[in-house]
């Protein structure tokens, strides 16, 4: 198919001047992240697992509000479908979508209408409502990465306690390792979700071991230097990569493994970015 030069130079032009023309009165271009349901939906139940702790309220102001808060934007943004996308221009996707179902399962019973069109879609495209359908729908979307579908299920298994096999075991042991290693061991996971890595590898081995008795002595063994890891990669400002998700799973996954000093001080300086987000 030949293509028409002439054409061609035409649209480059109309898309240069139609980007100039966005350009403020300053000379540059201003814009925003949209509203994402999926950084909602994470923020929302990492909020509601941080009210299990002691101090939890005290330590974050305004946690119940803020909870309430995310709840409400989570229902008002539910695609006509009944799905979520991750922003609320976009169109309905299985991962957003168990990511807020699950969000609101402990307020399930006041938003019925929500779940039940929730579950729909879900059903629809995962063929049923039985976790290991979900789980296989959602690790089919990513294939061999569990970069995203080991938080996904990760967060559905601790909101509807789904039996822990269906989430896959992270060797968070790997962290241990000098970091020029890293490549050459392969981890399983994107070097960015090394937080993930740490933290939802340790939630699933206290959730169900491993039966190699091996494997298991060095988990054991490695717990604490990974957490020790994990604290010395958290920025100042609490969030990891400044991502609400990423923060928001990993907080998740410490409230829930057996904690430790080192846990314990991740947990409650990831939970400053909430406070941040809310300002």
């Not at 979520?84 to 990511?99: M, P």
């Not at 609101?104 to 059903?123: C, H, T, Y």
């Not at 939630?203 to 230097?225: G, S």
Request: contains cysteine; charged residues 20%.
């Amino acid at each position: 198919m030949a293509i028409d030069a002439a054409a061609l130079d035409e649209a480059l032009n109309a898309v240069r001047d139609r980007l100039l023309a966005e350009r403020n009165t300053a000379g540059h271009w201003s814009g925003e992240l949209s509203s994402s349901a999926l950084s909602t939906a994470t923020a929302v139940f990492a909020l509601h697992e941080l009210s299990r702790l002691p101090l939890s309220s005290s330590r974050i102001g305004g946690l119940d509000e803020l909870t309430k808060n995310g709840v409400q934007w989570l229902i008002a943004h539910q695609n006509p479908d009944g799905g979520w996308g991750d922003t609320i221009r976009s169109i309905s996707n299985i991962s957003t979508t168990v990511l807020c179902w699950s969000a609101l399962r402990p307020f399930g019973s006041q938003n019925a209408r929500v779940m039940a069109a929730a579950e729909a879609w879900i059903a629809k495209r995962a063929g049923s409502m039985m976790a290991g359908d979900i789980a296989s729908a959602i690790v089919q979307r990513y294939g061999k990465d569990k970069t995203f579908s080991v938080p996904i299920l990760t967060m559905a298994t601790l909101a509807w306690n789904w039996d822990w096999k269906l989430v896959p075991q992270l060797p968070f042991e790997l962290a241990a390792f000098p970091h020029r290693f890293w490549a050459a061991i392969r981890l399983p996971v994107v070097s960015y979700a090394l937080p993930a890595l740490i933290a939802m590898g340790q939630v699933r081995h206290a959730k169900r071991q491993t039966i190699n008795p091996l494997t298991r002595i060095v988990r054991r063994l490695t717990r604490r230097k990974t957490l020790r890891i994990l604290q010395s990669i958290q920025p100042e400002s609490g969030g990891f990569l400044e991502a609400t998700p990423l923060t928001s799973f990993v907080i998740m996954s410490l409230v829930h493994a057996p904690r430790t000093e080192e846990s314990e001080a991740v947990i409650h300086a990831g939970a400053a970015i909430f406070r941040w987000r809310k300002g």
